[in-house]
């Protein structure tokens, strides 16, 4: 087979099944801790209770401190199952429209529940309060922007590098996210996904390994929206450009 064409939509469709898929592997992995250390605390509070025929205020203590710990992992379950949910949901629905702000808090959220892969990157946000919602939003803006953002925290981690600087704001009419990364260069795949021409784009043999780099990025180009990137002794920094007139109110 020479060649394989695929319409936007049944690429997107393709990206988000195979994001789902590895959704469901990260939560079903992440589930095993906090369900061993529930069951480890039920154990231990049975032999409590069996062994005493009277429960003195020190024992007391104890099972309080472990039903405790107890809630705190129910707390942990709930919290990766709601997030989840909510990912899945934003990834299959087409909103009327997308809240830049309110969906960078969420996939934030998403990312420290380490439900992809175990990262250590720390992100910090700093966000303009006076962006309006996009109506309409670009379309497959949610998917494509989480597998951005995804892929990003993956090539951090690659760079050995824990912090990412995320803001949003204008610029000449322009709705912008910036992406900071201190004192770190990307590597040159990544670079030059970002930088292709949407005319001629590399062969897939040679995107192979950034695959869902190459489609979230595929469909924010064609959307509209356009990467901006510099490189100095600083680090590097990644602007997002929204077509003029998003989000300016």
Known sequence: ME???VSLNELAHLCHLASLGKLLGGLIHNL???LHSL???????????????????????????RLTQMNNEFENLNNQI?????????MESSPEKLDINHF??????????????????ETTLELSPSLQAITPPPPHASLALGLFLERLAEE?????RNTLSLGTGTEEGHLIISVQIDDAALSKPFRDILEMDLQNPPPIPE???????????????????????????????????????????
């Not at 950034?210 to 990025?217: A, G, N, P, R, Y």
Request: proline share 2%.
């Open 32 to 34: 095993n801790s906090p």
């Open 207 to 249: 995107i192979s390994g950034e695959m869902h780099l190459f489609i979230s990025v595929l469909l924010l180009r064609n959307a509209g929206i356009q990467f901006e990137i510099e490189m100095n002794d600083r680090g590097t920094s990644i602007k997002l450009l929204f077509p003029r007139g998003n989000g300016m109110g």
């Open 3 to 5: 060649s394989l064409q």
């Open 39 to 65: 069951g480890m605390q039920m154990d231990v509070m049975q032999h409590f209770i069996l062994k005493k025929s009277e429960i003195s205020n020190d024992v007391s203590e104890k099972l309080s401190a």
């Open 104 to 121: 960078l808090h969420q996939e934030m959220q998403f990312l420290k529940t380490n439900l992809y892969f175990k990262h250590n990157v």
């Open 156 to 160: 951090l981690e690659r760079l050995k």
């Open 82 to 90: 709601r997030i989840a949910g909510m990912r899945a949901d934003l």
